[in-house]
C-alpha cells in the first residue's frame, strides 16, 4: 500500500501504521487523514493482519493539526472539517476491529496527536514522550475522539483541566493518570511495541475483538444491555471459534493453546 504521508508495513501477522510527515511534525493534514483511513481500513479488514502498531517518524510523535494549512486555508472550516472526516473514520475503524492496537509515543504528542495516542488498546511511551491537549491554546476544541475517552480515563475534572489548562506532561505523569499503559527507555520503545504485538498477534483475534466491543460499549450500556452482549459473544464464540475450541481443548489437556486467529 503506497501512502504519502503514512508508511504502511506489514511483517508477518503484524501490522505497523507509521506517521511520516517528519518535517511537519508529523501533523495532520488533510492527505493524512486520508492516508490513515485507508491504513485502518487495511488492518479492519484483513483477518491475517492480528495486531497493529501505530507510532511515527522522527523525534514527534504527532504535534496536532497543520495550524499552518488552517491560517492558509480560504475556508479553514471546511478543511477542518475534511481532516476529521478521514481522522475520525479511521480511529472507529481501530477501534472496533479485532486485532488489537499498540501504540508506541515516541515523541510530544500534542491535540490530535495526544487524542490518537490515547485511543490504543494498550499504549506505550518513551521516557522522553510527552502529552498536551493543546487545543484551547489556539482557540480551537478537540477532536480526534478525545472528549470521549479522555473523560472515561481520568474522570471529567482532569478532563477538563487537561482540555482548558493544556499542561505539557512527562510521560510518567501520564502513566500516573493512567493515560499510558507502560514507560520505557527510548532505545528500548520500538523492540517493546513490537514484542507486545507479536505476543498479541499470537492470541485468540477473536476473543480480542470481543473485549475491545465488550469494554467499548460498557461506556454507554445499561446492565441488562451488558450482560446481554456477553452472553451472545461468549456463545458465538464457544460456537463459532476455532480458537475457542482449541482452547478449551489445550485447558483440559493440561497443554498450551495454539491460536490461529479464526
Same mark, same amino acid.
Given at each position: #500500500?503506497?501512502?504519502?504521508?503514512?508508511?504502511?508495513?506489514?511483517?508477518?501477522?503484524?501490522?505497523?501504521?507509521?506517521?511520516?510527515?517528519?518535517?511537519?511534525?508529523?501533523?495532520?493534514?488533510l492527505q493524512m487523514g486520508q492516508d490513515l483511513l485507508a491504513a485502518a481500513n487495511r488492518c479492519a479488514s484483513d483477518?491475517?493482519?492480528?495486531?497493529?502498531?501505530?507510532?511515527?517518524?522522527?523525534? #514527534?510523535?504527532?504535534?496536532?493539526?497543520?495550524?499552518?494549512?488552517?491560517?492558509?486555508?480560504?475556508?479553514?472550516?471546511?478543511?477542518?472539517?475534511?481532516?476529521?472526516?478521514?481522522?475520525?473514520?479511521?480511529?472507529?475503524?481501530?477501534?472496533?476491529?479485532?486485532?488489537?492496537?499498540?501504540?508506541?509515543?515516541?515523541?510530544?504528542?500534542?491535540?490530535?496527536?495526544?487524542?490518537?495516542?490515547?485511543?490504543?488498546?494498550?499504549? &506505550?511511551?518513551?521516557?522522553?514522550?510527552?502529552?498536551? #491537549?493543546?487545543?484551547?491554546?489556539?482557540?480551537?476544541?478537540?477532536?480526534?475522539?478525545?472528549?470521549?475517552?479522555?473523560?472515561? &480515563?481520568?474522570?471529567?475534572?482532569?478532563?477538563?483541566?487537561?482540555?482548558?489548562?493544556?499542561? #505539557?506532561?512527562?510521560?510518567?505523569?501520564?502513566?500516573?493518570?493512567?493515560?499510558?499503559?507502560?514507560?520505557?527507555?527510548?532505545?528500548?520503545?520500538?523492540?517493546?511495541?513490537?514484542?507486545?504485538?507479536?505476543?498479541?498477534?499470537?492470541?485468540?483475534? &477473536?476473543?480480542?475483538?470481543?473485549?475491545?466491543?465488550?469494554? =467499548?460499549?460498557?461506556?454507554?450500556?445499561?446492565?441488562?444491555?451488558?450482560?446481554? &452482549?456477553?452472553?451472545?459473544?461468549?456463545?458465538?464464540?464457544?460456537?463459532?471459534?476455532?480458537?475457542?475450541?482449541?482452547?478449551?481443548?489445550?485447558?483440559? =489437556?493440561?497443554?498450551?493453546?495454539?491460536?490461529?486467529?479464526?
Open positions: #500500500m503506497k501512502l504519502d504521508t503514512i508508511q504502511f508495513s506489514i511483517d508477518g501477522p503484524v501490522a505497523t501504521i507509521l506517521l511520516h510527515r517528519p518535517d511537519a511534525a508529523n501533523s495532520f493534514n483477518p491475517a493482519i492480528r495486531a497493529v502498531i501505530l507510532t511515527a517518524e522522527g523525534r #514527534m510523535f504527532c504535534a496536532g493539526g497543520d495550524v499552518g494549512g488552517f491560517a492558509a486555508a480560504d475556508n479553514p472550516g471546511e478543511l477542518l472539517r475534511g481532516i476529521t472526516t478521514g481522522l475520525h473514520a479511521a480511529i472507529q475503524r481501530l477501534q472496533r476491529m479485532n486485532a488489537p492496537l499498540v501504540v508506541a509515543v515516541n515523541g510530544v504528542a500534542a491535540g490530535a496527536g495526544m487524542s490518537i495516542a490515547i485511543t490504543g488498546d494498550f499504549v &506505550l511511551a518513551a521516557e522522553s514522550a510527552s502529552f498536551t #491537549m493543546a487545543y484551547t491554546r489556539i482557540g480551537l476544541s478537540p477532536d480526534g475522539s478525545s472528549s470521549f475517552f479522555l473523560p472515561r &480515563l481520568v474522570g471529567p475534572l482532569q478532563a477538563k483541566r487537561l482540555m482548558m489548562l493544556n499542561p #505539557m506532561l512527562s510521560a510518567a505523569e501520564a502513566l500516573e493518570l493512567g493515560l499510558v499503559s507502560e514507560v520505557l527507555p527510548d532505545a528500548e520503545l520500538p523492540d517493546a511495541a513490537r514484542k507486545l504485538a507479536g505476543q498479541l498477534a499470537a492470541g485468540p483475534t &477473536l476473543a480480542y475483538g470481543a473485549v475491545k466491543r465488550l469494554v =467499548a460499549d460498557s461506556l454507554s450500556n445499561s446492565l441488562d444491555r451488558q450482560l446481554e &452482549l456477553e452472553t451472545r459473544m461468549i456463545a458465538d464464540l464457544a460456537n463459532d471459534s476455532e480458537d475457542a475450541r482449541a482452547g478449551i481443548a489445550a485447558f483440559l =489437556a493440561k497443554q498450551k493453546p495454539q491460536f490461529n486467529g479464526r
